[in-house]
């Protein structure tokens, strides 16, 4: 469990960090915005696809035994993780507190 909390945090971040202008990742949203949207949000247009991807693939190659509860619960908990994150993150970034 402790794995999805980092992977999921570090996958939103990226995303929420690449969505600024000045960001040193933001290159990165350049690069994909041109694509259809069916490739470009899980590879970086959206906060959630694109935790649930790398969740799913984080379990795929680095998991063993493979279970298929375990197979579907990795991008779930994910996607809820991120939805948390973003609440968190627009919180504090639109509510002027400390970011």
């Known amino acids: 469990m402790l794995e999805i909390i980092k992977i999921s945090l570090i996958a939103f971040m990226f995303v929420a960090i ?9 290159w990165y949203q350049k690069l994909i915005n041109p694509l259809p949207w069916y490739i470009r949000e899980p590879i970086g247009g959206c906060a959630q696809c694109f935790t649930g991807q790398v969740c799913l693939w984080y379990y795929v190659i680095a998991v063993r035994p493979f279970v ?8 779930a908990a ?3 993780l991120s939805l948390i994150y973003n609440r968190i993150y627009k919180w504090l970034y639109y509510e002027g507190s400390i970011i």
């Open 18 to 26: 690449s969505q600024q202008e000045q960001s040193i990742f933001s």
């Open 68 to 75: 298929l509860v375990d197979f579907l619960f990795y991008p």
């Open 78 to 80: 994910g996607i809820f």
